[in-house]
């Protein structure tokens, strides 16, 4: 049997796991808002038209935070139409998706979803085809206390309390030539630092978020960072990473390898970030938003009807493999979570999501629902520094991936230990070895597991294929096999403090 061994010391940690790495994200964009969060007319819908299978669901995946409004579909926003009588408020084109886009939810009544749903607003203003002065009346308007023009109209508008969001992404993907008024580094480092500082001259209080690349993959990436932070350095808090991994050859070893391209990403925008701060012989910390990440490539190319209302669109059904890679990312994520400070699964409702919706019916998990459910309520504490020896392997694409994949968090009140673990092999089992100097002994309390012979399973509003098992938790004492690790399958292990 080929073993994996973890190696791990309490005092040996990464450092603390910040609770907005389980963000999510929503943007007005297919059916995620409509037909997703709101639905008036759905049987389940509140007094405010949200849906509370919907809002079950959410509180239930722990979301500390949801980023708002988009997306691409923010760079040709106009937030003031979002705001005011619902019946005034105008029918827009978007041009991100070919859509209309009827302002029917707007910034109000996103802000009391995400109150109801346990989470806090991050909001994305347009450095598209706006810039300064709309986005420093915006943060006016959400976060004045009264007395201005703005803050004024929020108050007449029903909401007499500042909403205060704190969290502001300046634009959204502006390296990307399909993004409304993309704009070169410079262009855009200029129009961030500018639009940072009026915005928190306006609040003090609020957090900055830059633009980074939108991908590890584009040709400006690493310049792109190195010169926007550059110029915005001394205005900006967090720069952001975007990934979604695709399968575009079925090829499953090269898929579920993808995961160390979160890796590789993560730490090459920590090294611009240490890049730019010496240069700039700052004190200054500026850490990294991974606000937009997940596996994307189902819905590639599906149609849709041209400027219609919610449509079906980025709707990908995953399956059971896609939860895997899921599962590893999360990991990278926990793995750096001395620089990840922020992150947002994308999206959260119906596009790209966690949730899947029937208009007018039912709700139900999709496969990567659970990855994230786990970390995210148990996945809080500290995160430990994993030294592993697993056997490895090659893909046409990446060398040496390991068979094994882990990220660990401690409970330091509790003592409680918890580790994920995705055994890679197709094939075969790995049995999961634990060294755990300066632990003191511990008592398996759970091993949670996502298993499939089928790694194309998914789960329909009808069958949950895909769903977690309970095995038979084992003490890892004196180097004891703690999990027998099944070929293909995500792992939760918990441990408890002996006594
Ligand atoms: O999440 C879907 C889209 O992916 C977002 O609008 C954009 O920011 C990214 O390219």
Redesign the pocket.
Known sequence: MRKVTLIMDRDYTVGPIDPRLYGS?I?H?GRAVYGGLYEPDHPLADEEGFRKDVLELVRRLGVTLVRYP????VSGFRWEDSVGPVEQRPKRLDL?WFTTETNRVGLHEFAHWARKAGSSVMYAVNLGTRGPDAARNAVEYANHTGGSYWSDLRRRNGHDAPYGVRLWCLG??MDGPWQMGHKTAEEYGRLANETAKLMKWTDPAVKTILCGS?SLNMPTFGAWETTALDIAWENVDYVSM?QYHGNSDDYLENFLAKGVETEAFIRSVAAALDYVQGKRHSKKRVDISFD?WNVWYHSHGAPFEKWSEAPHI?EDVYNFADALVVGTMMNAILRHADRVKIACL??LVNV?APIMTENGGRAWKQTIFYPFFFASNYGRGVSLQVVSETSKYDTKWYSDVPDVDLSAVLDEATGRLTVFAVNRDLKEAIDLQLALPGFGPLTGAKWTALEHSDPYAVNTAEREAVRPVEKQPVSPDNGAVAARLSPMSWNMLVFEKKG
């Open positions: 994200f943007e964009l988009g997306g691409n579909f991100a959204n993907e939108s975007h937009e980025l994308a999206q790209i």
